[in-house]
């Protein structure tokens, strides 16, 4: 079931994601689409997650921030605070295999001061294409 304001996504897990916008603005709030759903253990919060993601800003073409590019999946705590909330509230209770796409407006990341560092505005919604590799 897509969403009309969701951009469109390769739904190919493990290959390097490729995001075409829709011609409108983001969506309002947090939300998540499970392009691919995987067979593997459930994320739980708490778990130690590894996963290869590929961060944009609403509407940009090349990523601020991108594990896919780097050739080096990272890991870390999930649900626990380690991450920005838009991850802690989207990746538990998706399985390892699952490619996932998340739509985070600013309060759910980096908040209203943006991360300048990495070209993101106070405003910018920003766009994540997360492949779940593990969970332990």
């Known amino acids: ?7 469109q996504v390769n739904a190919e897990f493990g290959a390097r994601p490729v995001i075409e916008f829709p011609d409108a603005a983001a969506p309002k709030g947090l ?4 392009l691919v759903e995987g067979d593997g253990p459930m994320v739980r919060r708490g778990d130690t997650v590894t996963v290869n993601y590929h961060g944009v800003v609403w509407g940009q073409d090349e ?3 991108s594990s896919f590019d780097r050739h080096a999946p990272a890991s870390f705590g999930i649900g626990v605070g380690q991450v920005i909330r838009g991850w802690d509230q989207t990746v538990p209770g998706h ?3 699952s490619r996932l796409l998340i739509s985070i407006p600013p309060e759910y990341g980096y908040g209203s001061h943006g991360a300048p560092q990495a070209g993101i ?3 910018d ?8 590799i593990s969970t332990r």
């Open 1 to 7: 079931m897509a969403d009309s304001n969701m951009p």
């Open 31 to 34: 939300k998540a689409v499970e």
């Open 63 to 65: 990523p601020f921030d």
């Open 95 to 97: 399985n390892v295999g």
């Open 121 to 123: 505005g106070g405003e």
């Open 125 to 132: 919604t920003i766009v994540f294409v997360v492949d779940i």
